[in-house]
């Protein structure tokens, strides 16, 4: 049976009250500006990397190098956007800036719902993670190049919530080069839907 990914596409409002930084697998998805295939192209249902798609591959492997805490899983480059599996593992660091970050909410926040608005500053989450990814591809590819836009904002995310979820995962994103024609990403279908519409 195939697996369809259409839940993991919505654009994702972080989950309230829920702490990114804590242990677990997280599936996350980049995308390009305009999803533009900067990143390569796919023939014979295998993904040729541009130089700028070498730069987003070298920068993703070299991410454990920056967090500690963080283990990377199945991840595949595509031509407009990226998707991978991060797995934020528990140590000292992190429980300590969870519970550091707990400490300096600001008091106008202490009578209402305890909410992740916060999130920035704990070392180590998510967001840090990815918005340091996609810093870190734009600085690189802007050394010999123009300077232009490679990034759409935010990203999409998923928690994963049991080893079911994540094998269909995991196996979803090794056939994603293959897929690539059924893809929602992929501009040339979404061009033809468009025409045979109008």
Known sequence: MKFKLEIYHRQSIRLPEYDYSQPGYYFITVCCYKKQYFFGDIKNQKMLLSPIGEIAEQCWLEI?????DVKLDKYVIMPNHMHGLIKIVNNRQNVMARDVAQHVVPL???????????????PQSLGVIIRGYKSI???????NNVEYRIW????YERVIRDQSELNRIRGYIKNNPANWQDDRNNLEITHRRDCFLN
């Open 152 to 155: 759409q904002r935010n990203y």
């Open 137 to 143: 591809v734009t600085k690189l590819y802007r050394q």
């Open 64 to 68: 454990p190098k920056h967090f500690h």
């Open 108 to 122: 106008r926040h202490i009578n209402q719902p305890s909410q992740n608005k916060f999130q920035h500053i704990i």
